[in-house]
């Protein structure tokens, strides 16, 4: 009889999950949701949800995540379906309705951005990218005047850094380069000038040029190598999810160690200033860290700031050049025609201004092109915070809201939205610049590559404006550009943004 308690504790548990299922349901119906379409599982691996994960080596070194996610669409014959990860259900979605849905102001609390306080906050704190809340609200807050347009418009600091990935290019004489390493060098170094008042130099380091600095120049070395370490151990605590507390070894803890280092000598610096000589230094209020130095003093706060607009800004910005400029290669025509645009509205450097790179239709054409086909941040994920809906995905039709349980994961993929023939007409597969010329200004309702509402991208005209430019000096500079890139579909990887897994081979001449 002694296991009579143990039944007693089983049936009150399934009595209570079964009136708690009741009860939703009615919740849903009242809510006017309709069922959600499932992915049909291929195996009993799919049924639980770790297919991914137990042949996670072999699918990573396919390179094609983003072709099987189109096709796991076509499967589930939806767009908006229901699967399985890691014994959750997980809700996959192309609508764009239902990521304006989750984006919106109207929403907002309804959302949470999952485990990325927890996997991100041991480098960045909470700093703008790893909190939420008042504290994501004050960050917001105090970082946008920084990222106004009269800032961006001083767009005569990133000359330097675009000199040198000429040079860069130049030195090898037609031979083969690896852009995205040349771009990821660009961006870096360019955000860290703008961020900090003086550049990680890893183009300089690239070139064999001597770094004049006031830091110690291994510590100013070490600081790009130690971010990229600590990101591939950061986003694989986001995957983990609750298992994060696995993954936190010493190699990380000295990256991240580093990074602080490197940081907090420009900060102290910074500090030590007055109001006065603040303004004197800040280079005509360019300078992010002694514009924010007026709105703190707390030395912490300023860095996980700093640090977490470095790994927002880098590898996206990084990224869109990257997909651009493999596009080009890949259409000799296209990169004849942007060129000889480029030389006739850009006949020199000083040309180049915010105004002229707007009023230059082609340009940002090819630009929107690449953002739409090869979208820098592939995904875009919430968690539902409380019992909620999303505006489409029920019934047969997909046209009726659908029931969201609190804890669910919504991802949109962008990749595969991008690629709908609803919103950008025909081909879509291919990189064709000029479909922007039928399409509304600002790409129509599902084209969001900086996503939308309160928490959009803060840094979407500096990235733009950085890829324009970076765009211009290049084709200024070379008549064209040849691929060496592998066989399409190029392999691609995504950890928060997607990059080339055979890096970008391209001979300029
Ligand atoms: C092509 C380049 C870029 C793309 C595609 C891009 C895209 C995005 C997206 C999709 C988000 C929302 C992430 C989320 O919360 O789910 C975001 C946030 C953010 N981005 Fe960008 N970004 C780019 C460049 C930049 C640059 C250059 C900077 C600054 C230097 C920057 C700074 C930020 C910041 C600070 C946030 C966090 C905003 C917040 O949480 O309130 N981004 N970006
Ligand atoms: C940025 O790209 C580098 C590879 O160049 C990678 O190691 C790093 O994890 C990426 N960082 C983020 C935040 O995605
Ligand atoms: C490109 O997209 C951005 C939104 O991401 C928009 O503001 C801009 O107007 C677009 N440009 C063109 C030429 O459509």
């Not at 076509?74 to 959750?88: E, I, N, P």
């Not at 675009?162 to 040349?182: H, N, S, T, Y």
């Not at 600081?223 to 605590?237: E, G, K, P, Q, W």
Request: proline share 5%.
């Amino acid at each position: 009889m002694t296991y009579i308690p143990y039944l007693i504790v089983v049936a009150s548990y399934v009595i209570y999950k079964l009136l708690h299922y009741v009860q939703l349901q009615q919740r849903a119906k009242k809510l006017g949701c309709k069922p959600i379409k499932h992915i049909p599982p291929r195996n009993w691996l799919d049924r639980i949800g770790i297919y991914e994960i137990v042949h996670r080596k072999e699918l990573m070194q396919m390179g094609k995540t983003f072709e099987l996610l189109e096709q796991a669409f076509a499967r589930a014959q939806a767009k908006t379906f229901q699967g399985m990860a890691l014994f959750h259900p997980f809700i996959m979605t192309i609508e764009p309705e239902n990521l304006r849905h989750m984006m919106s102001l109207a929403h907002f609390n309804e959302w949470n951005i999952g485990y990325r306080p927890k996997a991100f906050g041991i480098l960045l704190g909470d700093g703008i990218f790893s909190s939420e809340g008042t504290q994501w609200k004050h960050s917001r807050v105090m970082l946008r005047p920084s990222f106004t347009k009269e800032n961006i418009k001083q767009i005569t600091k990133m000359e330097p850094f675009a000199a040198r990935v000429i040079e860069l290019v130049k030195l090898k004489q037609g031979g083969v380069v690896d852009m995205q390493d040349v771009f990821q060098f660009f961006t870096m170094d360019f955000t860290t000038d703008l961020l900090l008042g003086e550049s990680s130099d890893s183009l300089k380091d690239a070139l064999g040029q001597p770094s004049q600095t006031g830091i110690d120049p291994e510590l100013k070395r070490q600081f790009s190598i130690a971010f990229d370490v600590s990101s591939n151990y950061l986003m694989t605590r986001m995957i983990l999810g609750p298992l994060m507390f696995l993954v936190n070894p010493k190699k990380l803890q000295d990256a991240i160690h580093t990074q602080h280092k490197f940081v907090d000598y420009y900060i102290e610096k910074a500090l030590a200033m007055n109001a006065d000589e603040l303004n004197e230094k800040s280079d005509d209020g360019t300078i992010f860290l002694y514009q924010l130095a007026h709105e703190t003093k707390d030395p912490v706060n300023l860095r996980n700031q700093i640090l977490s607009i470095i790994l927002a800004g880098r590898n996206t910005t990084s990224g869109l050049m990257t997909f651009l400029f493999a596009q080009l290669s890949k259409h000799p025509e296209i990169y004849a025609k942007l060129r000889d645009i480029i030389r006739s509205d850009f006949p020199n450097v000083e040309s180049i201004t915010f105004d002229s790179i707007q009023n230059c239709d082609y340009l940002r054409w090819c630009i929107n092109e690449t953002l739409r086909i090869n979208p820098s941040v592939p995904f875009e994920s919430k968690t539902a915070s409380v019992d909620t809906t999303l505006p489409r995905g029920g019934g047969p039709d997909e046209k009726s809201p659908i029931f969201i349980a609190k804890g669910t994961r919504i991802v949109y993929s962008l990749w595969v939205g991008n690629r709908n023939e609803e919103y950008f007409g025909e081909n879509t597969g291919e990189f064709i610049p000029e479909r922007w010329e039928k399409l509304p200004r600002n790409g129509g309702v599902a084209f969001m590559p900086f996503s939308v509402g309160p928490r959009a991208c803060l840094g979407q005209s500096l990235a733009l404006t950085e890829a324009a430019y970076m765009t211009i000096r290049l084709l200024q500079t070379f008549d064209s550009c040849e691929s060496h890139l592998g066989p399409e579909p190029l392999r691609k990887t995504s950890s928060a943004t997607m990059r080339l897994m055979d890096g970008c081979n391209l001979c300029f001449t």
